[in-house]
């Protein structure tokens, strides 16, 4: 953080360590030296399928309470009763921000300040429409759309990210596919799936 140009930037978005699992308390002394160093405030970034340890909520309300610079969390543990109990126990300016498009709706609805978004990319304005819809308590509006969306969220997810959503842009000539690896761009069944689901989308 200290070597780096952040001329512009509003907040860091920092993602919890990742390979060796730390435990709770190594999580916590993390965040605690990036807070410490930081110019900015922090989003802290939970993504255990990425990182392969889980930032239990306890973890995340005690660095909330302990550090004025971390102001939310993008939750993408795919847990609704995970997020649920991080709305619930949340001070009252800390962000709760869903990482998870699937949970997304649900997570804002009670209580969550919205969502980073993957689908939204490929489908911005029913998805966002959905998400202010949320903001706004309209649930059943806001489902209408999320139900239209679920199939796409699926798909883009199937064989991997951004594999998936690299081809749903590209379908609608607003990137190439290319990725580098260890990824790979999705294979023709998937291009086909794809193809089919924006036919009958749009």
């Known amino acids: 953080i200290k070597a780096t140009d952040l001329t512009g930037y509003q907040a860091i978005l920092s993602v919890s360590p990742s390979y060796n699992k730390p435990s709770q308390e190594g999580i916590y002394r993390h965040f605690k030296a990036v807070a410490e160093a930081s110019p900015l405030p922090i989003i802290l970034y939970n993504v255990p399928g990425r990182t392969g340890i889980n930032m239990m909520p306890e973890t995340v309300i005690r660095l909330a309470q302990d550090f004025d610079s971390i102001i939310g969390i993008k939750e993408a543990a ?80 199937e064989e991997g990210n951004p594999t998936g959503i690299k081809e749903l842009l590209r379908q609608q000539n607003y990137c190439s596919n290319k990725v580098r690896l260890p990824l790979v761009e999705a294979t023709k069944t998937l291009q086909n799936r794809i193809q089919l689901f924006l036919k009958e989308y749009h």
């Open 78 to 157: 795919g847990d609704i009763v995970q997020a649920l109990s991080l709305i619930q126990k949340k001070p009252d300016n800390f962000l709760i921000i869903s990482g998870d498009d699937m949970i997304a709706l649900p997570m804002t609805l009670a209580g969550g300040a919205g969502v980073i978004s993957v689908i939204a990319q490929g489908l911005p304005s029913d998805f966002s429409s959905m998400i202010r819809l949320g903001l706004k308590g309209e649930a059943s509006k806001a489902y209408t759309i999320q139900y239209r969306l679920m199939d796409s969220i699926d798909l883009i997810f």
